[in-house]
């Protein structure tokens, strides 16, 4: 690197998107031995942002996501490269049920999204009413939709499945992934391969079922993964393989200053100042705004809607379950009277998660329109999930722990229109901040397979700027 200038590169955010970022700027500085000097700076203590295990007692506790769905090579490849590959593990198989009007009902057997890809399971469930059924078989002889641009989920699918459908199944299923309201969120953000298959089959369970059989095997180890000692083992193994020097937590960025000439001045709330000539900016969108106040294309950012969970771990002794439910989970239809959304026996997902004899649940709370549980005290949430849980599986006494864990305005909603916008960002960035770049859960997917894809995505817009910021200087 001699003779050369360095080039300032700072990575805003240690969620999982910052980390990958970091992580695969640091492996292509070391390697290309490129002029770069790499700063992560993270505004808390801890990195990995809504990832987060607890070890307790023999538990391995989630407090955010609990796993991943390996259809995209991110979070597989990763672990490789950090060595950590070895300690990965597959949920076990079960049956999954759904609460529609109080009563607890088998999931239909190859349901996908609650799109149905076989007939006799949909036929026989008890789930939906021969009306139901005969309305989503519409699909069948359903033209494809004339709409070509973007539409809400709830309106695809309604028409498509019609409302008992939707509202007993597909709604549920959909705010156990986005914890918002369908009838408002984004089809071209979320699931814009559906809409491929419309166009292409016409009719979505034709199509669905079509992919699905050319896609048999891939998942026959098990629908989600994670690792025996949880998440945090990602998190953990990616922050130990940066160099030390890299990391700063506790610095929470207060204003990001574009300098007259080439390059941008970064003030921090503890006094801090750092120089970058390129940023890569991975915290949720509505501290993005506020870094750069006086860029008006920002201002959207404060309108775009985040929900607010809450998870809630309990840990029993078997012989406090009255009644076995012979499944992993359950998720709730809006018209149940339950506070909960959904809730896995995390012990039978995943085996490693409990000890032997003990019983593991964790419930989801939380979505669009009704976020006022989250607020509400620990003992409150707890009495309040007993009472659910109590009509599902009559409980017998305390559980020997709660942990309740709260994610406040944590949940990016994609509503109508959320791809274009994020395209207009991106237009406005490079044209206004040249080598300031935004990705995570607020733009292109809330998952940990589309962060660390947009994580790796913009390591290479990053390097690309540098390279041609040297030629041009």
């Known amino acids: 690197m001699r003779g050369q200038q360095v080039k300032k590169v700072v990575v805003i ?10 992580y695969y700027l640091q492996k292509e500085i070391k390697e290309k031995n490129l002029p770069i000097q790499l700063t992560l700076a993270e505004g808390s203590h801890r990195m990995g942002g809504k990832i987060q295990t607890l070890i307790k007692d023999g538990y391995v506790i989630e407090r955010g996501p609990d796993s991943f769905v390996p259809r995209k090579a991110g979070p597989l490849n990763l672990a490789k490269e950090i060595g950590i590959d070895g300690k990965l593990v597959s949920s076990t198989w079960g049956k999954s049920y759904v609460i529609a009007g109080g009563e607890l009902y088998p999931m239909p057997g190859g349901s996908i999204i609650g799109i149905p890809t076989q007939i006799a399971p949909f036929i026989t469930t008890n789930l939906f009413s021969i009306t139901g059924k005969m309305r989503a078989a519409a699909d069948f002889i359903l033209p494809r939709s004339a709409v070509t641009d973007d539409q809400s989920l709830g309106r695809f699918f309604r028409r498509r499945m019609g409302d008992e459908v939707v509202d007993n199944l597909i709604e549920p299923l959909l705010t156990g992934i986005y914890a918002g309201d369908i009838d408002q969120m984004s089809l071209m953000s979320t699931f814009p ?6 166009q292409k089959h016409r009719s979505l369970i034709a199509g669905i079922k079509k992919a699905a059989a050319e896609t048999e095997g891939e998942q026959k180890n098990g629908r989600f993964m994670t690792f025996t000692k949880g998440l945090q083992t990602l998190v953990d193994g990616v922050e130990a393989a940066l160099e030390p020097e890299t990391i700063h937590k506790g610095m929470k960025v207060s204003r990001i200053n574009k300098e007259a ?11 801090n100042v750092l120089d970058a000539d390129s940023i890569v900016i991975t915290t949720p969108h509505h501290s993005l705004q506020s870094m750069f ?8 950012l404060k309108e775009m809607p985040a929900t607010s969970v809450a998870t809630v771990a309990m840990g029993f002794d078997q012989s406090a379950i009255m009644k076995n439910v012979d499944g992993n989970e359950f998720i709730v239809s809006r018209n149940s009277d339950y506070s909960i959304t959904a809730c896995t026996w995390t012990h039978k997902k995943w085996p490693h998660s409990a ?16 976020e006022t549980i989250v607020d509400l005290s620990d003992d409150q949430i707890e009495q309040i999930v007993l009472e659910d849980l109590e009509k599902i599986v009559e409980l017998e006494g305390k559980p020997e722990f709660t942990v309740v864990t709260r994610y406040k305005d944590s949940m990016p909603q994609y509503t109508v229109g959320h791809k274009k916008r994020t395209e207009a960002l991106y237009r406005n960035l490079e044209e206004r901040l040249p080598g300031v770049f935004v990705a995570g859960s607020s733009y292109e997917g809330l998952g940990i397979p589309e962060c660390i894809e947009q994580g790796e995505k913009v390591v290479k817009k990053t390097l690309e700027y540098v390279k041609d910021e040297e030629r041009t200087s």
Do not use: C, W
Request: aromatic content about 10%; hydrophobic content about 30%.
């Open 13 to 22: 955010g240690g969620g999982i998107t910052g980390l990958t970022a970091a």
């Open 193 to 198: 391969e559906l809409h491929q298959i419309e």
């Open 261 to 271: 000439g080439r390059g941008y001045t970064i003030e921090f709330t503890n006094g």
């Open 293 to 300: 106040p006086s860029h008006s294309f920002m201002d959207y």
């Open 355 to 370: 000890p032997e004899g003990k019983v593991l649940m964790r419930v989801y709370l939380g979505k669009s329109g009704d």
